[in-house]
């Protein structure tokens, strides 16, 4: 059975800190990985990723994702209040636009 | 402009009722789609649609019925409502690009059923 499994579940730092979130999946027929931010209400996208070991950088965030041990991991530089989501890692099965998402961690930068 | 819209927001409602969701994207967008996302937050498709055309239909009990009217418009209909249906309906949709579909997310419309 396709999942994706995201760790940690949660992470509490402070203002500055820099975090890494692991995304690790087992999914048929993989396409893509993606990265979302969830605040209040809609999943923002951040981050597609299809290849090994191109970083994709925005500002204090970056991704990279490794085909052959099959994870990834977000960066968060520098993180500030405005940091705090729930950030969801999906990946793509096919070409279907089929999005199977993990659990989602949930990080809380304390001031 | 909103991109991807959900109407209602909140729906509260008694056990049996039945109830819809409406859901429009103005981003010319070929596909649309419907996710559920319960208590602990896991996000999971149940419908989707391309330019009107059902393609995926998740293990979703057929009291969920979506309709889609036109490509730019997606509805979802739920009969006879049970307690566990309590979630949060997002409605997304997708250009095919290079590599992946990059989904674009609507508000989520929170269901309680009471």
């Known amino acids: 059975e396709d999942k994706v499994v995201q760790s940690p579940l949660s992470l509490v730092v402070h203002e500055g800190d820099t975090v890494t979130l692991n995304c690790s999946y087992e999914?048929?027929?993989?396409?893509?990985l993606l990265w979302y931010k969830q605040e209040k209400k809609a999943p923002t996208f951040l981050f597609m990723l299809?290849?090994?070991?191109i970083e994709k950088k925005s500002g204090r965030l970056s991704s990279i994702l490794d085909k052959k041990e099959l994870f990834s991991i977000l960066n968060i530089t520098a993180t500030q209040t405005g940091d705090s989501a729930i950030y969801l890692c999906?990946?793509?099965?096919?070409?279907?636009?089929?999005?199977?998402f993990g659990q989602g961690t949930t990080l809380q930068v304390k001031p | 402009d909103t991109a991807v819209s959900q109407t209602p927001k909140y729906l509260v409602t008694q056990m049996g009722n039945d109830k819809s969701i409406k859901c429009e994207q103005n981003?010319?967008?070929?596909?649309m789609y419907w996710y559920k996302q319960d208590s602990k937050k896991f996000l999971k498709i149940m419908f989707s649609?391309?330019?009107?055309?059902?393609?995926i239909n998740e293990t979703v009990p057929n009291r969920f019925s979506p309709k889609s009217p036109d490509k730019a418009h997606l509805n979802l209909h739920i009969n006879s409502l049970e307690l566990g249906d309590s979630a949060v309906y997002f409605c997304?949709?997708?250009?095919?690009?290079?590599?992946?579909?990059?989904?674009?997310f609507g508000a989520g419309s929170r269901l309680t059923v009471l």
């Open positions: 981003l010319g967008h070929d596909t």
């Open positions: 999914v048929t027929n993989f396409r893509s």
């Open positions: 997304a949709s997708s250009q095919e690009g290079t590599g992946a579909n990059v989904l674009t």
């Open positions: 299809t290849s090994s070991g």
């Open positions: 649609y391309n330019n009107k055309e059902l393609i």
């Open positions: 999906a990946v793509e099965r096919g070409n279907t636009g089929k999005l199977i």
